[in-house]
């Protein structure tokens, strides 16, 4: 995920109409100034979207210079300064708020993934995200979850092939539905298979899927399961699988990490963490 790629100008354009609109009504007050700040963390956490700040602001005016004193994925302490940042001081205030909107939530999101993969330090466990994420904001919400610790799951419906309850009612079946995928599918095409139950997980292994998310089962469900579905994995000509729980209860990390499972998906990095408060400083102005 690169936060110079040439196609993220257009969103970053948006937001900063969306903030100025016909223009920033107190320019005015501050033509011919020049000014300093500095960004500065109010709560301790990790870091995310400094190269996004930077561009930001440059996409008003390339002359601004933005000191990054913190890395993305770093972390921060209360009180600690982050950046700081120079040029005419009209562009600084007027795209103040939206670097600071933006890297406060992807900041927020960092640090809410840093703290459950804390809680799997010690094993094999992965901590995947979901495609529950902001409209607009996919990318960069899943860069914040990278940030943390944390492995992305399929950017979007293009990337691997998850088949859901719905998938499966509507296809005609499990078989009917993985053979549709990998008929017409590039390849070699990862399928997913959702289960919700041990017979639907048993299936998904024996119609040779890649990966079987098994949703909303309890780690005591798991630890008498898994067992049995890697060993019917083993007996298949297509080899392992991917056996991954989602759907689980943020704070039964570390039990669901003691059931063999590979990987924990969950959206509660991106829909249940808060923004993490940073601010910008004054520090002194020059007219020019």
């Known amino acids: 995920m690169d936060l110079l790629a040439p196609s993220l100008n257009r969103f970053l354009d948006a937001w900063l109409d969306e903030d100025l609109g016909r223009g920033d009504l107190t320019a005015v007050a501050l033509r011919g100034c020049s000014g300093s700040a500095h960004w500065i963390a109010k709560q301790p956490g990790v870091f995310c979207g400094g190269p996004l700040v930077e561009r930001l602001f440059h996409r008003l005016d390339v002359a601004v210079k933005v000191r990054l004193l913190v890395g993305d994925g770093e972390r921060l302490y209360a009180g600690q300064k982050v950046l ?7 562009v600084l205030v007027a795209a103040e708020r939206t670097a600071l909107n933006l890297a406060m939530r992807l900041s927020g999101i960092a640090t ?4 459950l993969v804390a809680e799997l330090e010690g094993t094999n466990v992965r901590l995947a995200d979901t495609r529950k994420t902001t409209p607009g904001l996919r990318v960069l919400e899943k860069y914040a979850v990278r940030c943390g610790g944390g492995v992305n799951h399929r950017l979007g419906l293009d990337d691997a092939a998850m088949l859901k309850e719905n998938h499966l009612a509507w296809a005609g079946g499990m078989a009917a539905a993985v053979a549709a995928v990998r008929t017409n599918a590039p390849w070699p095409v990862q399928v997913i298979i959702e ?3 041990a017979d639907q997980a048993h299936e998904a292994i024996i119609a040779g899927a890649n990966g079987v ?3 909303e089962f309890s780690p005591a469900q798991l630890k008498d399961l898994l067992p049995r579905l890697r060993l019917l994995a083993e007996q298949r000509p297509e080899g392992p699988v991917i056996l991954e729980a989602s759907g689980v209860d943020p704070g039964q990390l570390q039990a669901y990490a003691q059931t063999g499972i590979d990987l924990i998906s969950t959206s509660a990095p991106v829909t249940r963490s808060s923004w993490l408060d940073i601010s910008m400083r004054f520090d002194s102005t020059n007219l020019a």
């Open 195 to 197: 289960a919700e139950t």
């Open 213 to 215: 998310l098994l949703d």
């Open 84 to 90: 700081e940042i120079d040029g005419p001081a009209g």
């Open 112 to 115: 809410a993934t840093a703290a």
